[in-house]
């Protein structure tokens, strides 16, 4: 057996740190890049109406979510095995392929193919954030992990303005520059980007394991990881309602253009990743974890409720940075998990969470999308915030979860 791996030197750590963020960036610009043009896309490959593209765009947005859904775990678990470095950069290597295909490709078969092979890569942020928990200290993991939610903040504020942008030179033009992004960041990893699994931590790779389901079943029998992944899922089902709604919503109810919705998003972008990247950093060594948890499902419940009644377009642009306060949640429950598991399986956890995600992601456009269909498509109540009420009553839900874990946990000890 081989020596474990010395700790990398400090200005080494902050590169590859460096890399991670920028790698989870990449990521989250991937997929936006490539939304402005891919109407156009898709009519150009197939010739049909703008309609039948949208169709094929939901298609190709399922298939991603639910390859993402399959292989968090596997990769999560190639990594615990072989190591982050090499899962890192061969996916960042077929990532920068697999664009150059979409920029390519006239085939819609092909497309659909290609597009699958970018949900493989993109689970690699199971991947990234067990190499986060690898080298960051037990009491900055949650905060840490904000830094995932904050560079995927700015990933979905810059990613689709970056792409509008390069669309005006075609549709192809956001695929070869999504590519280069990976390339580049590859080159990147390849010098500063040291291995954080040692002999110490390394363990047996098992297709048992190796699967969201064969993953959930082991880690489920540690203490509270189950209640927990439940909470992820709830909350991430109820967060969606910004993605999947919010275009709609702004129109339906404010009248707003697609300039204004891009303008709200990128503030909400933009406020979420200082809330991440920075707020997360002074609010749980002040409140502790459990308090910021609890504040942020309350403050989340308001946010909701008040976006469900709301009829005020000004007061909605003023509120919406307002609403990314509450986004500290997910990044605080990830800290707490990685606490509560072996250092032998920091990637398989990583990879169970980015799975219930994507389950969320699968699921959770289909309930609110019809939602908001159903109180803006015909002669009952007009209300185009209904799908926000669902949000804020899945708060509720969540912070019952959360509390009779804690009593059951305060129980056990008595």
């Known amino acids: 057996m081989s ?18 963020i920028i790698t989870l960036m990449i990521d989250a610009m991937g997929i936006g890049l490539i939304i402005p043009v ?3 896309l898709l009519t150009e490959i197939d010739g049909g109406t703008l309609g039948e593209a949208a169709i094929w765009g939901g298609i190709l947005t399922t298939l991603f979510a639910v390859m993402q859904f399959f292989f968090g775990p596997t990769l999560g678990s190639l990594s615990d095995r072989y190591g982050r470095r090499p899962v890192l950069l061969v996916s960042l290597a077929v990532m920068a392929a697999d664009y150059l295909v979409m920029a390519t490709t006239g085939l819609l078969w092909v497309l659909i193919l290609a597009r699958m092979v970018g949900g493989i890569t993109a689970a690699t942020q199971s991947t990234a954030s067990a190499y986060i928990a690898d080298i960051s200290p037990p009491e900055k993991k949650s905060a840490n992990f904000g830094l995932v939610g904050a560079a995927f903040g700015v990933g979905f504020v810059f990613g689709p303005v970056i792409g509008g942008l390069l669309g ?52 489920s029998k540690l203490p509270e990881i189950t209640r927990l992944l439940i909470l992820v899922f709830l909350y991430e089902f109820a967060f969606i309602v910004y993605p999947a709604t919010w275009a709609y919503y702004g129109q339906a109810a404010f009248g707003w253009d697609s300039g204004m919705v891009g303008l709200s998003l990128g503030a909400f972008g933009i406020a979420m990743a200082v809330v991440q990247g920075g707020l997360i950093r002074w609010i749980i060594p002040r409140f502790g974890e459990h308090r910021a948890i609890i504040g942020a499902l309350a403050f989340n419940f308001i946010a909701f409720f008040v976006l469900t009644v709301l009829t005020n377009g000004i007061i909605a642009l003023i509120f919406v940075p307002f609403t990314a306060l509450g986004a500290i949640i997910t990044p605080t429950l990830q800290g707490m998990m990685s606490r509560r598991v072996p250092d032998d399986s920091q990637g398989e956890l990583q990879g169970v969470i980015a799975s219930s995600k994507s389950v969320a992601m699968i699921f959770a456009p289909l309930v609110l999308t019809r939602i908001f269909w159903a109180f803006t498509d015909g002669d009952g109540i007009y209300l185009p915030g209904a799908p926000f009420a669902l949000s804020a009553l899945l708060m509720v839900v969540c912070l019952g979860v959360f509390v009779t874990r804690r009593r059951a946990q305060s129980l056990s000890r008595s």
């Open 3 to 20: 020596e474990a791996a010395a700790p990398a030197p400090p200005a080494a750590s902050r590169k590859a740190f460096l890399f991670i």
């Open 38 to 40: 891919m109407p156009d």
């Open 168 to 219: 005006e030179y075609g549709t192809r033009a956001p695929f070869y520059a999504a590519a280069a992004l990976a390339a580049i960041n590859l080159v990147f990893g390849f010098f500063v980007l040291p291995e954080t699994v040692t002999d110490r931590t390394r363990r047996a790779f098992t297709w048992r394991r190796a699967n969201p389901f064969g993953s959930f079943a082991a880690l």
